[in-house]
């Protein structure tokens, strides 16, 4: 399969498709790595179920004006009543909230090998942080919460209750959602090698969906403009098999 795609890269990378994906549904303790509490940070919110059938879970969301909220849409899918809209092929939603009085994060983009910083909620409500930087681009079939939409990719580690928390560059700016991780010792590309990472923690990045905020937010005041520069590139095969969402229980 060959897609044609958008990319941010400062040097022409390769970008790589993903095949026969299964799915495993994150408990609290589930990570990939270590991270840090910490209490100076981007804002970031805790989101929990508007149901008492997903009592227990939780989530994160990244707050971007003073009425609207950033987060995964499998997050927003148990806190309904807040939804503005759900992207139509990303796994991201917008969701009301009340922002007001917060140091809003500008939306920005990241570059290949970029430092990121992530940041998400815990289950006891500190918000945790960990370091990586961003490498590559993936498509993702086999999982519908982000199957036709371009997946980046960071090794800054990220747990349960994250989902919906926000990759940040080295300015501050908000550059993507997280959703999830795989599992690089499980991936392999179509010629049979694998990924020289330690780990595979992926974000929705705010280049893609940037045109659909634009248009959701315009009603609640809209975002301030962001310069995309526009590249194609052809998408490569490559295999997981094994992929966490990061919504939680505690």
């Known amino acids: 399969m060959s897609l044609v795609r958008l990319v941010l890269w400062k040097k022409l990378g390769m970008a790589f498709g993903i095949l026969n994906l299964s799915i495993w549904m994150a408990g609290c303790t589930v990570s990939n790595g270590d991270h840090r509490v910490v209490t100076t940070h981007p804002p970031i919110d805790m989101v929990k179920p508007s149901s008492l059938l997903a009592r227990g879970k939780f989530g994160t969301s990244v707050p971007i004006t003073p009425t609207l909220s950033l987060t995964a849409a499998h997050v927003a899918d148990f806190s309904r009543d807040k939804v503005i809209a759900v992207h139509p092929r990303c796994d991201v939603a917008l969701i009301e909230a009340d922002n007001r009085g917060l140091a809003l994060p500008p939306l920005g983009l990241v570059y290949q090998g970029d430092a990121i910083e992530v940041y998400g909620k815990s289950s006891a409500g500190n918000v945790l942080n960990a370091s990586g930087h961003y490498y590559m681009d993936l498509m993702i079939s086999g999982f519908k919460e982000v199957e036709n939409c371009p997946s980046s990719i960071t090794d ?24 999830g991780f795989a599992h690089p010792e499980k991936t392999t590309l179509d010629n049979g090698e694998r990924l020289d990472l330690a780990r595979m923690t992926i974000f929705v990045s705010i280049n893609y969906i940037h045109a659909w905020l634009e248009t959701k937010a315009a009603r609640y005041g809209g975002l301030s403009p962001l310069a995309l520069p526009v590249e194609q590139d052809i998408a490569h095969n490559e295999h997981v098999t094994e992929m966490t969402l990061l919504d939680s229980q505690p």
């Open 156 to 179: 800054a580690p990220v747990r349960g209750g994250m989902s919906g928390g926000g990759a940040f560059n080295s300015n501050g700016e908000l550059v993507g959602i997280l959703v």
